[in-house]
């Protein structure tokens, strides 16, 4: 709609059906038009099955347009997330603008998007990195891990945190060696417990302290046998408190235990078993040993320093721990001549001028099987070939009586030796065929009368 301003009356365009227009002269001689709108036709009442099929294509068309805005935002994120693959993002496109080609680089162009494409030269991916994963037929198996602090059970006390802190580095790696620090750490703490009110100290320190201390532990490194046979004495141990003594007297019950423990099961023990094997020790002998274990070297150098027999050794070590270096410099600095090997290779060859073979058990089971390193089970097989006597150290506290004929019911996987395609057992099981003697606290015996020593061992108790 226009006006004219030149005094010609003014002429009204066609309008359409519905409005009607008026003008009116003003004060200045102007003309004022106005247009007064029609009253809208009223819609027709929907019905029933009308206004339902509305709704329900209003709600088809939410569902879609939330749909599409999703598929947006996958496909935002993918290009983010890749800028390698599918150009430059948007601040590097933005900031490319003034700038020309710098390099020699490949250069881009817009796509059809919008999105800048590489025009040349394919971009390098880094190849994904392989998952360990252990095999459906080892899947019993354990392995060490770290387990953070912060994820710890709040009821774990800081010594049994730094424990299993040093068990899942193997700073503390032999089996008596746990045991021993597992058992003062506990003492410490029964020590700092203290009984809540309306509970009794039997009731109540085995399943609500001592339990999140032995899972967190079990959690960084599968227990020991030793350690399981020690728990369960400290359990019997706890159960045993009459709940009418006090608080304060319990506790001193329970660490003066604690303390005759270590001392009878593992300070005594050791020190019987070491002058048992040094009496076995003769003059010219050649012994042979596999890697380093803190029995073979007591008992070495008692054998040299308190009998003054002469004698040599020869160490095997183990290709991947290396431990034996330490015990040929020990052995070597107190006088002992010392030949050492890396390996296992030519094991038959340097067998043949060894006179015994003393090895350490990490445990023995109840059918007289060795439970020790990896590796003792091939050495002991050719000793007993060409007629070398095994020597086996093992304290009672170490005994279990379970049984095992093969090393895949009861191992673990070394967590730093393991890929995708191979990983390394820690231990072997040795069947009692392979050995001579057990040597321990309470007697030497022959490896199927193990389970006269646990016999013994209860009537003792």
């Excluded at 770290?146 to 945190?161: C, E, G, S």
């Excluded at 580095?169 to 020590?191: G, H, M, P, Q, Y």
């Excluded at 728990?231 to 706890?238: A, E, F």
């Excluded at 001579?436 to 108790?461: C, F, W």
Aim: glycine share 6%; with cysteine.
């Amino acid at each position: 709609m226009s006006i004219m301003q030149n005094g010609e009356p003014p002429v009204a365009a066609p309008q359409p059906s519905g409005n009607t227009e008026t003008i009116t002269p003003t004060t200045n001689g102007d003309k004022k038009t106005t247009t007064e709108a029609a009253p809208a036709p009223t819609p027709a009442k929907l019905s029933g099955a009308e206004l339902k099929a509305k709704a329900k294509a209003e709600k088809a068309a939410r569902r879609a347009q939330v749909k599409a805005t999703k598929e947006v935002a996958k496909g935002e994120a993918a290009v983010s997330s890749v800028p390698g693959q599918l150009g430059p993002s948007a601040g590097e496109v933005k900031g490319s603008k003034g700038k020309g080609k710098q390099d020699g680089s490949a250069t881009t162009t817009p796509g059809a998007a919008g999105r800048p494409v590489v025009s040349k030269g394919p971009v390098p991916v880094p190849p994904p990195e392989p998952k360990f994963t252990v095999p459906e037929c080892f899947s019993h198996l354990s392995m060490a891990k770290r387990i953070p602090i912060t994820q710890a059970d709040k009821d774990v006390h800081p010594t049994v945190l730094a424990l299993g802190q040093q068990m899942a580095t193997f700073t503390i790696d032999e089996s008596i060696t746990r045991l021993k620090a597992t058992l003062l750490a506990f003492k410490k703490v029964i020590d700092s417990y203290t009984t809540p009110p309306g509970n009794t100290l039997a009731r109540h320190l085995t399943p609500h302290v001592l339990n999140p201390q032995i899972d967190y532990l079990t959690a960084c490194r599968p227990m020991c046998f030793s350690m399981g046979n020690a728990i369960r004495w400290l359990k019997l141990q706890v159960s045993k408190i009459d709940p009418d003594v006090p608080e304060v007297d319990a506790k001193k019950q329970l660490c003066s235990g604690i303390d005759t423990f270590i001392q009878e099961r593992i300070s005594m023990a050791d020190l019987v078993i070491v002058e048992k094997a040094a009496d076995r020790i003769e003059e010219g002998d050649v012994v042979l040993t596999f890697g380093w274990s803190t029995l073979v070297e007591r008992t070495l150098l008692h054998a040299h320093s308190v009998t003054g027999r002469k004698f040599s050794v020869v160490i095997l070590d183990d290709p991947y721990e290396k431990k034996g270096q330490a015990l040929a410099k020990d052995l070597t600095a107190r006088g002992i001549r010392v030949s050492y090997y890396g390996d296992l290779g030519g094991l038959r060859w340097h067998l043949q001028d060894v006179t015994r073979v003393l090895v350490t058990a990490e445990s023995m089971f109840n059918n007289g099987s060795m439970y020790a390193r990896s590796g003792t089970c091939d050495m002991a097989i050719a000793a007993k070939q060409l007629g070398k006597p095994v020597l086996v150290l093992c304290e009672t506290i170490n005994i279990t009586e379970r049984v095992a004929t093969d090393s895949l019911t009861y191992n673990e996987i070394d967590p730093e030796r393991n890929s995708g395609a191979s990983f390394r057992l820690l231990y072997d099981t040795t069947p009692d065929k392979y050995l001579s003697l057990v040597i321990s606290e309470l007697g030497t015996v022959q490896p199927t009368s193990v389970p006269d020593l646990l016999r013994k061992l209860e009537e003792s108790n």
